[in-house]
Structures are given as structure tokens and as C-alpha cells.
């Protein structure tokens, strides 16, 4: 099991289950080049979820909150070409097995944030703003794409308590 916490959450994968893009090697190598990424991708309840976690966004100054969409745009891109880059170079030490193997079967994929203490109110008007930030990216990848808080994500098990 691989275990560590972001945003004030504990998440709690497989290691075969899982593709833990912040430390793997190629992103290591790349970061300092301003690529970014998600926290993971891991593949839960036979669906690929691609999971980004937060604590607040930015409330009043719209440039801040420009500023926030584009850079988790600019995460699930880079999270993204990293993840296919490595399955590419068939990389089995990078991504978990059955990670991997999902893939090629097509499962069907989201692209999860998850924001810790927010209301479920507020998750739907979020959620609404992440898809018309991302839609092209969701429909290259045939990806539902949705905003939890951190009670949705202990539902689906992609938090831990």
C-alpha cells in the first residue's frame, strides 16, 4: 500500500492500483521545467480516476482565480502526457499493474478535485466551472470530470479517514 496526504486528506492506494505521478521518476526530471501534475492516478471501483486535491480557491480577485483554473488545466494536461508517455514506454515499475491493464481495456475514466470542508452546493457549482475549463480534455478522453468535497470522496474510496 502506498499512503501519504494532501490538502488535509489521506489517500490510501494499491500500489498496483496505482500511478503516483508526483514522485515518479519522469516527472522528477521534468518538473523543474514547469511541468505540473495531479496528485495521482489511480484506478478504483474498475473506473481510472485522475485525482487533484485542494484546499480553498481563490473567492474574490478574478486574476487569481484565472490564474487557479489554468493551472489545474495545465496539471491534468501534463498529468496526462506523463501517464501515457510511461505506458508507451511500458514503464512497469512507474504504474500499477492492474493500473495498467485497465487502460488498455478502455475503463472508463474521471477527472476528479477534490476540495477539503467545501459543501456539496458548492461542489455542483464547481464541478460546472471545471467541465467548461476542461471539456476538450474530458472529451479526448472520454472522461466524466466532477468536483467532490472530502465526504463524496470517502464515499468512493479515494480518501481515507
Known sequence: MIEF???????????????YIEKSSMYNRLCCNGVLSVECIVLKRKRVFLVEAKRSIPRADENEKKAFWEEIRKKV??????????????????????LRQAVYHT????????FN????????????????????IAKVNHAEVCVLNERAALRRGLIRE
Open 5 to 19: 496526504e494532501e490538502s488535509g486528506m489521506r489517500f490510501v492506494f494499491s500500489k498496483d492500483d496505482l500511478f
Open 77 to 98: 494536461i501534463h498529468s496526462l502526457l506523463i501517464f501515457y508517455k510511461e505506458l508507451v514506454e511500458d514503464n512497469d515499475e512507474e504504474i500499477g499493474i492492474n
Open 107 to 114: 475503463t472508463p475514466m474521471s477527472i476528479v478535485l477534490i
Open 117 to 136: 470542508g467545501f459543501s456539496d452546493d458548492a461542489c455542483r457549482e464547481l464541478t460546472e466551472i471545471y467541465r467548461s475549463k476542461i471539456s476538450d
